[in-house]
């Protein structure tokens, strides 16, 4: 019998951040969470320059980054060095992460409980990262991945409010 689970229809991914240098640092694009239960900001560098590179999570109001500000502290998985191991471990709840000045390719992953992480109540349902200023050397990007509160053939964009 066939699997009935597809990760781009059941899990869809969204570009956040394309991939870059990170010298100056950047912002990424605002995503809707309006119709997510939950979602991971995946944050990614491939660090070529000791210098450190941070990733805050930022949330704002609408698509257009309407009184951006930062999220609640929440749950990181991380792993600092992905050529050694493909097996990270939880950091303490945070609202930003800093990552080691190591020369290695690094993933941060964000776990977002709307309702936890971002200020509903005063209608903030989008999300986004920032990056620290660091060097030319250092490559960053971020996608996030969500659970749709309603599974649909067509799911809204998060693109739009």
Same mark, same amino acid.
């Given at each position: 019998?066939?699997?009935?689970?597809?990760?781009? @229809?059941?899990?869809? $991914?969204? @570009?956040?951040? !394309?991939?870059?240098?990170?010298?100056?640092?950047?912002?990424?694009?605002?995503?809707?969470?309006?119709?997510?239960?939950?979602?991971?900001?995946?944050?990614?560098?491939?660090?070529?320059?000791?210098?450190?590179?941070? $990733?805050? !999570?930022? *949330?704002? *109001?609408?698509?257009?980054?309407?009184?951006?500000?930062?999220?609640? +502290? %929440?749950?990181?998985?991380?792993?600092?060095?992905?050529?050694?191991?493909?097996?990270?471990?939880?950091?303490?709840? +945070?609202?930003?992460?800093?990552?080691?000045?190591?020369?290695?390719?690094?993933?941060?992953? $964000? @776990?977002?409980?709307? @309702?936890?992480?971002?200020?509903?109540?005063?209608? $903030?349902?989008?999300? %986004?990262?920032? %990056?620290?200023?660091?060097?030319?050397?250092?490559?960053?990007?971020?996608?996030?991945?969500?659970?749709?509160?309603?599974? *649909?053939? +067509? !799911?809204?964009? %998060?693109?739009?409010?």
């Amino acid at each position: 019998m066939a699997r009935q689970y597809s990760v781009p @229809e059941q899990i869809p $991914f969204v @570009e956040v951040l !394309p991939i870059a240098t990170d010298a100056a640092g950047r912002t990424g694009s605002y995503i809707s969470l309006k119709n997510a239960l939950k979602a991971w900001l995946v944050c990614e560098v491939n660090q070529g320059n000791a210098a450190q590179v941070t $990733f805050t !999570p930022l *949330q704002a *109001q609408d698509v257009a980054g309407t009184g951006s500000k930062a999220i609640a +502290a %929440t749950r990181i998985h991380v792993n600092q060095d992905r050529a050694a191991s493909d097996i990270g471990a939880w950091q303490a709840a +945070a609202a930003a992460l800093q990552l080691s000045a190591t020369l290695k390719s690094k993933i941060a992953i $964000f @776990e977002i409980v709307p @309702e936890q992480v971002l200020d509903v109540t005063n209608g $903030f349902r989008t999300l %986004t990262v920032q %990056t620290s200023a660091s060097n030319a050397a250092n490559i960053t990007k971020a996608m996030l991945v969500y659970l749709p509160a309603y599974m *649909q053939a +067509a !799911p809204p964009s %998060t693109l739009i409010n």
